[in-house]
């Protein structure tokens, strides 16, 4: 057999199996391992350490960080910063670059990249809020300079370690962010799953258990406490990104600049003073989540004494039932469509009428700002007189939670 042969059938069995010879379950977890550690850098990394400032990373990780993204993703962090943070300023307005509030959910889930690459041009937002992210040689002469290159050096390496198929596992590190991060974090986190906390835009937690996505899949909880290094608030949900965090603190990688505030209650006070209201307004947004769950609760009990009186098919039933879904949300968050029928089942109650009014007038604790501190303890003091003397067992209740809150 001559040399060319020889070459020939060298060259064939290596694009077959490559260096490694691996099976197709070795390939696989390959290719899930390599895709998990990109999530782990973007959300680490470009969003909580670089993004939020939300923890600081040690030159090791920050700077295996910035090299694995530069290998798997071509993304600049100056870049991916400004974007992110421009998000959160802008957020659900035609400025934001990537909301399908604005932009319609298809468009964000099937051109995410496309609107990233767009925003990278706009010199005015890398300038407003691409601070403060790395700017030494490497980031100047390597990094951004040479963006493509990366990328390509990572095709080359999984087509040397798998043959032909290393393409395959290439071509999926290349769409697994823009696919999670563009598109589904992007899209459906500001669309459709539940919310912990009616922050001001429409953001969502898609999932309680943030594995697949690295803890981003706990989207409302981030856009409530941005600057948290954990994204995960409630017992039963799960981040592993803050598990890794964690893991890095201890072994002297990290330090946690800031986690989600921990609501915490002691003894009512007489009186609402004005380190109550600094408490209230600190932790505003469990506050007002447990509020509507009283507004969930006289819903509740209202459609158990429709029910015993076998009125499950009346338009009042079905009004209270919408009030049940949508109540407890803010009224700009109802449907427009939807706001008659609850209005309706307002009117039909008290209660809910007396729930409602007074969760706007608890709200102006912290959106009034031409009101001195000294009046608004004063207002806080008199809300709490009136829940009180309301006659509504859960609205006295939760004035006597308010008066034991502690900062």
Not at 84 to 110: F, I, N, Q, W
Not at 190 to 211: C, K, M, Q, V
Not at 282 to 310: I, N
Request: net charge positive.
């Amino acid at each position: 057999m001559s040399e060319v042969s020889l070459f020939g059938s060298a060259l064939v069995a290596w694009l077959a199996d490559g260096l490694l010879a691996a099976s197709w379950w070795e390939v696989l977890l390959y290719t899930l391992a390599v895709t998990h550690i990109t999530i782990a850098a973007v959300t680490i990394f470009l969003h909580r350490s670089q993004a939020h400032r939300a923890l600081e990373l040690g030159p090791l990780p920050s700077h295996f960080f910035r090299l694995w993204l530069w290998l798997t993703t071509g993304m600049v962090t100056k870049e991916w910063v400004a974007i992110h943070r421009k998000h959160h300023a802008k957020c659900e307005t035609p400025d934001d670059p990537h909301s399908p509030v604005t932009r319609g959910l298809r468009t964000v889930l099937l051109t995410g990249s496309e609107l990233y690459r767009s925003e990278a041009k706009n010199q005015e937002t890398l300038t407003k809020y691409g601070h403060n992210t790395p700017d030494d040689w490497v980031e100047r002469n390597v990094y951004s300079r040479f963006v493509w290159q990366g990328v390509a050096l990572m095709l080359i390496l999984n087509v040397l370690l798998f043959g032909a198929v290393g393409l395959t596992v290439w071509a999926v590190q290349m769409l697994w962010i823009p696919i999670t991060a563009a598109g589904i974090i992007n899209g459906i986190g500001h669309y459709w799953g539940y919310r912990n906390f009616e922050a001001a835009d429409a953001s969502t937690n898609i999932s309680p258990w943030g594995l697949i996505i690295g803890g981003e899949e706990l989207h409302n909880n981030h856009h409530t406490y941005p600057t948290s290094a954990k994204l995960s608030v409630k017992p039963h949900e799960f981040d592993i990104g803050w598990a890794y965090i964690r893991a890095m603190e201890l072994l002297g990688m990290a330090r946690v600049r800031k986690t989600p505030p921990q609501l915490r209650l002691g003894a009512p006070k007489p009186v609402a003073d004005s380190q109550t209201l600094e408490a209230v307004i600190a932790h505003r947004y469990e506050v007002m989540a447990s509020y509507a769950r009283q507004l969930q609760q006289v819903c509740a009990d209202e459609l158990a004494r429709l029910k015993a009186q076998g009125a499950q098919n009346t338009q009042r039933w079905a009004d209270m039932r919408l009030a049940l879904r949508w109540l407890h949300r803010d009224v700009e968050k109802i449907p427009a469509a939807l706001r008659a029928q609850v209005d309706s089942a307002c009117g039909q109650s008290a209660a809910l009428t007396k729930l409602v009014t007074m969760r706007e007038e608890l709200r102006a604790l912290w959106t009034r700002t031409n009101v001195s501190a000294e009046q608004l303890v004063v207002d806080l003091q008199a809300w709490c007189r009136r829940a009180e003397d309301s006659g509504i067992a859960g609205l006295q209740e939760f004035a006597r939670t308010l008066r034991a809150v502690r900062a």
